[in-house]
């Protein structure tokens, strides 16, 4: 039986839980009590974790995943799995992906110390205006070291704005579906790997675009775990319909930092239960995790940086494609931005992560372009090559830390794609090409 429809079933006759005793007593309390059992915790003074924490991290997140399970919201209960389910699902995941197709084909693997970063481009998520979505969509494609586009989601229709399981989602699903099949034929790379669904609110733009064959194999959709060790119908109805159409699917594991999930340890605790849950429930084939800072947002702040390298580092005992979110909190024409998304590469990178980003403003402003993913692109090849450590990693991004953290609390967003780049040519203006290569000299010294 497929993992969307066991959860489904599970949940049915499953334990009733009452949502806010779950997230305070199923959730906080116990990932409190395993932060203290496996000696997980993070020290703001001396942020570069211990790699020594992989195998505790690791164990604390698996017995979080059996011991709580997963919350379906629509029927207020819990879906269980054993040990041997999960550790039976770890077995049997794929620790490589062979994703696009064609000439574009790539492989997203689970990285080791110097092997080559996968490197997702796009605004992934980003609202973006219809008339700019293909230009800035085609930017990012034309970069030939990016692997996989992610794009933003257009979420006005018709003058009027997205209204989830509606018929105005459906037609944002295949508008934002059918603008990234018309950049990739603009760039002549038709066959490449796309992360979509974007503008799915609920399931209905995935299942939209799936119907259109706008999406297929080769191809992924992205499933959330929602806050914290939740689904609900929509997402199992996406993945099981994508697994019946031999869709990838690409599980998005966002821990609130400072939320149920406490501070840096207990989200990465939640993290990796998380992500074991995501490939029981969602047969999920990646794992994107993206810490949100429940102030700053933005991944490069030092507690989002530190889950993201301590999961990296947990990776060792999953063996699963794990992509870091790269989301500052400044945007482009800034160069607080490509500091935030330099220190968050050499981390991920050094710790074990493929990339995905950088996605400027916190995903909230259409304020970046293409160059940028080359940027992060050539950062995440210099750590790989030279194989640089966690610690040296930590060490340079502190150094760039410095140049930035006093942004991360009223940060620059920048300026529009529209503003930054030639529409036609889609190359960046000099002015901003300029700033990126004097930033880029001046950071892989660091490296």
């Known amino acids: 039986m497929r993992g969307p429809l066991l959860v489904e079933l599970r949940a049915r006759k499953g334990e009733y839980v009452e949502q806010k005793r779950f997230d305070l007593e199923r959730v906080s309390r116990r990932v409190a009590e395993l932060e203290k059992e496996y000696g997980v915790s993070f020290d703001p003074s001396s942020p570069a974790p211990s790699e020594d924490l992989a195998k505790p991290v690791f164990e604390a997140g698996f017995t979080l995943a059996v011991e709580t399970g997963l919350y379906v919201v629509d029927e207020s209960r819990v879906a269980r799995f054993t040990e041997e389910e999960v550790r039976e699902a770890l077995r049997n995941a794929p620790r490589e992906l062979r994703v696009g197709r064609g000439k574009d084909e790539r492989v997203l693997r689970a990285r080791g110390p110097g092997d080559r970063v996968f490197v997702f481009g796009g605004l992934a998520g980003t609202p973006v205006p219809l008339e700019f979505f293909e230009a800035s969509a085609a930017s990012y494609a034309a970069v030939p070291r990016v692997d996989a586009l992610d794009h933003g989601s257009i979420q006005a229709v018709a003058g009027e704005a997205v209204r989830g399981y509606a018929p105005s989602e459906a037609l944002a699903g295949i508008e934002e579906a059918e603008g990234v099949r018309r950049a990739l034929r603009a760039v002549g790379r038709p066959g490449m790997h796309v992360l979509g669904a974007e503008s799915s609110v609920s399931s209905v733009g995935s299942l939209s675009a799936l119907s259109l064959g706008l999406l297929g194999e080769g ?177 340079a991004a502190l150094e760039l830390y410095e140049k930035y953290a006093d942004k991360l609390s009223s940060p620059n967003p920048g300026k529009p794609f529209w503003e930054l780049y030639d529409l036609k040519s889609l190359k960046p203006s000099a002015e901003w090409e300029k700033t990126v290569w004097e930033v880029l000299r001046e950071v892989a010294e660091l490296a």
């Open 219 to 395: 191809d992924a959709q992205l499933l959330p775990v929602l806050n914290e060790l939740k689904t609900d119908y929509g997402q199992l109805t996406k993945a099981y319909v994508g697994l019946a159409r031999g869709l990838i699917g690409a599980a998005l594991v966002d821990p609130v930092v400072g939320g149920y999930a406490r501070g840096p340890a207990g989200s990465a605790i939640v993290s990796v239960a998380e992500t074991l849950l995501a490939l029981v429930a969602y047969e999920a084939g990646y794992f994107l995790v993206h810490p949100v800072h429940i102030l700053r947002k933005a991944t490069s702040t030092l507690e989002c940086m530190w889950v993201e390298s301590v999961v990296g580092l947990a990776n060792r005992y999953m063996g699963l494609p794990v992509v870091a979110d790269i989301w500052p909190a400044n945007g482009g024409g800034t160069r607080e931005y490509l500091y935030e998304a330099a220190a968050n590469t050499f981390v991920a990178v050094a710790s074990g992560l493929n990339v995905l980003g950088p996605v400027p403003a916190n995903g909230t402003q259409p304020n970046g372009g293409g160059f940028e993913s080359w940027f992060v692109a050539s950062l995440a090849d210099l750590v790989a090559e030279k194989k640089v450590s966690v610690g040296a990693a930590w060490s």
